[in-house]
């Protein structure tokens, strides 16, 4: 006879991506034996939630449709954010790996003999500039995407932009 399996999927979701880069708040789905054990946990119940306050913000923002005014507002400005950093970084001889069509970041493949976590210190160091070096998102054993850049394009001003492309760019070109 065989054995029923217990469930064991959990899907973990946010309005992070979905409404504001900064808002935390979000919801769990998965089999109802989980879920029951999670709603059942002291801290939970015994306030409304782990974040009741925005949870009802959120909650009336999405009910009155208020929501898809202010999506359509910021996939707007994302996607202008999103053109300038390519076009910027495009001058400054940085390509982006891919044109993005939606989220927060451009990705970039540094020439053949640079790796990007000794661009990031080189960086850092002398021009004053962050970026997500490729390994650190790789999520088994970080040593995926060497040669890769992350630019998020949700944050900084055209200014900023603009600055930041160029020390990048300095970077690149003294490192070597």
């Known amino acids: 006879e065989q054995q029923q399996q217990q469930p064991v999927v959990i899907s973990v979701s946010s309005f992070t991506k979905i409404l504001s880069p900064s808002l935390r708040l979000g919801w769990i789905e998965a ?16 306030g409304g939630g782990v974040n009741p ?17 202010f999506l359509d507002l910021l996939i707007s400005n994302l996607q202008k954010r999103s053109n300038l950093l390519c076009e910027l970084l495009k001058e400054n001889e940085i390509n982006p ?37 490729g390994p650190r ?5 970080g040593i995926a995407f060497p040669e890769y850049i992350r630019l998020c394009f949700a944050y ?3 200014e900023e932009f603009e600055i930041g492309v160029k020390k990048i760019s300095d970077s690149i070109k003294n490192l070597n």
């Open 137 to 141: 998102c790789d999520a088994v054993d």
């Open 156 to 158: 900084l001003n055209e």
């Open 31 to 46: 089999h109802p034996d989980i879920i029951s054990k999670i709603a059942n946990i002291g801290y939970i119940i015994s």
């Open 53 to 69: 306050f925005t949870s009802e913000i959120i909650a009336e923002t999405i009910e009155t449709r208020e929501a898809d005014k």
């Open 97 to 133: 790996f891919v044109i993005p069509t939606g989220g927060y970041f451009v990705w970039c493949k540094l020439p053949k003999n640079i790796q990007s976590k000794n661009l990031l210190t080189f960086a850092e160091k002398t021009n004053q500039v962050s970026f997500l070096p």
